[in-house]
C-alpha cells in the first residue's frame, strides 16, 4: 500500500495514495492506523483525495480509525473526494458519523480548535 505521513507536533496528515482502497489494501491500512494510535498521535488527518474507489473493508478500516481515536483526540477524513467515494460514504450514512472536512489546512485548525476545547474542560 502506498502512503505518506506528515508527522507534527499536534497532529498527523496521512495520505492514501491508492486509486482503490478496497480489501486488498484495506488490511494494511488498518495495521497502520493502529501502530499510529499506539504511538499516541491525537490529532489523525486522512487525506483521501487521491483515492478513487472505496469499499466495505476499506470503509472498515476508516471506521476501525474512527473508533481507536475517540479516545484520544480527534479523527477527520479530508481532501477532494472523488464522486464515488463520497458518494459511498453518503449512501451509507457515515457522513453523519465521521468529521469530513474539505481541505488539510482547515482540518488542520479544526483539530486545534477540538484540542484546545479538550484542554479547557479538563481544567474545569
Known amino acids: 500500500m502506498k502512503y505518506a505521513v506528515d508527522k507534527q507536533e499536534r497532529h498527523t496528515v496521512f495520505t492514501v495514495q491508492e486509486g ?5 489494501v484495506a488490511p494494511e491500512l488498518k495495521s497502520e492506523f493502529v501502530l499510529l494510535s499506539n504511538e ?3 490529532n489523525l488527518i486522512v487525506d483521501l483525495s ?9 470503509l ?15 479523527f477527520i477524513l479530508t481532501g477532494e473526494m472523488q464522486p ?5 460514504i453518503t449512501m451509507s450514512r457515515l457522513d453523519s ?7 488539510v489546512a ?4 479544526f483539530a486545534y480548535m477540538e484540542e484546545l ?3 479547557l474542560t479538563k481544567e474545569d
Do not use: C, H, M
Open 117 to 119: 476545547q479538550r484542554d
Open 50 to 58: 487521491q483515492v478513487e474507489y472505496i469499499d466495505s473493508s476499506g
Open 106 to 109: 482547515e482540518s488542520i485548525d
Open 20 to 24: 482503490n482502497l478496497n480489501s486488498v
Open 97 to 103: 458519523v465521521l468529521t469530513i472536512i474539505p481541505t
Open 84 to 88: 464515488n467515494v463520497k458518494r459511498l
Open 60 to 74: 472498515s478500516s476508516i471506521l476501525t480509525a474512527n473508533r481507536l481515536w475517540k479516545d484520544l483526540g480527534s
Open 40 to 42: 499516541g498521535i491525537r
